[in-house]
């Protein structure tokens, strides 16, 4: 069973109370693995070293990517605990070693940014930063953008969040995807410095870990703006 702790390019949805514990439930009584794509929540994303942290998730395998080099060159790793070992070790006692080989891994460049990476990670504290900066980003977007007449639902932990458009506010009504909502505000917002993923109706929020409270507030306001830029349009 693969899951994003929390799923990224979905929307940014949070997984209801109660959701992981019944999964992996479920998981256990049929011997289910449970497999943690972490290649967006991973290092730090969400206030924790791994979303699963965040969301109670306890996985037998973990795949990450992304965030291991920051990007700056290609690598991800897996993950596997000592059950799903040893059982790879006991195979290969009766059939031979277990091989899984790529044409380029253990990349020496790749492999020195990404230890260069956890490296700034520890030193720079950025697990403490990214839940303090995530607290001031999700109250700004509780008490400031949840409110507007265009949202119907703010959503996310650290340093990801998604910010729902509606029709109706009232009911969650979503507007006719013709109308192309999302791509609308994104234009507003980026003509204001602010860059967000549109997927569908929903805009992605997902900076810098190293963003300063100063950034949080040009976020902030630059997002407030976009959305009245929106709205008039929608009333012009």
């Known amino acids: 069973f693969f899951a994003e702790p929390i799923m990224g390019v979905g929307g940014v949805i949070v997984p209801p109370k109660g959701y992981i514990k019944a999964i992996q439930h479920v998981l256990k009584k049929h011997d289910v693995l449970l497999v943690a794509d972490e290649v967006i929540c991973g290092f730090g994303r969400t206030g924790n070293m791994w979303g699963s942290q965040t969301v109670g998730m306890e996985p037998d395998i973990l795949v990450t990517a992304k965030a291991l080099s920051a990007s700056y060159l290609p690598i991800s790793a897996v993950m596997v605990n000592q059950r799903v070992y040893d059982a790879l070790e006991s195979g290969s006692d009766k059939v031979g070693v277990?091989?899984?080989?790529?044409?380029?891994?253990?990349?020496?460049?790749?492999?020195?940014?990404?230890?260069?990476?956890?490296?700034?990670?520890?030193?720079?504290?950025?697990?403490?930063?990214?839940?303090?900066?995530?607290?001031?980003?999700?109250?700004?977007?509780?008490?400031?953008?949840?409110?507007?007449?265009?949202?119907?639902?703010?959503?996310?932990?650290?340093?990801?969040?998604?910010?729902?458009?509606?029709?109706?506010?009232?009911?969650?009504?979503?507007?006719?995807?013709?109308?192309?909502?999302?791509?609308?505000?994104?234009?507003?917002?980026?003509?204001?410095g602010l860059i967000l993923r549109a997927m569908g109706d929903t805009l992605g929020i997902s900076p810098p870990l190293i963003l300063t409270e100063d950034e949080v507030e040009f976020l902030l306001t630059a997002l407030c703006e976009a959305l009245d830029a929106t709205q008039a349009q929608m009333l012009a």
């Open 98 to 192: 277990f091989a899984h080989g790529m044409t380029y891994t253990g990349h020496p460049v790749s492999a020195a940014v990404a230890l260069e990476c956890l490296k700034i990670y520890e030193e720079r504290n950025i697990l403490e930063h990214v839940r303090t900066v995530g607290a001031q980003l999700h109250e700004g977007l509780r008490d400031r953008v949840a409110p507007h007449p265009l949202v119907g639902e703010v959503r996310g932990r650290g340093l990801v969040a998604g910010v729902e458009l509606v029709a109706d506010k009232r009911t969650r009504e979503q507007f006719p995807s013709s109308l192309g909502m999302g791509t609308k505000l994104r234009a507003e917002a980026i003509n204001r």
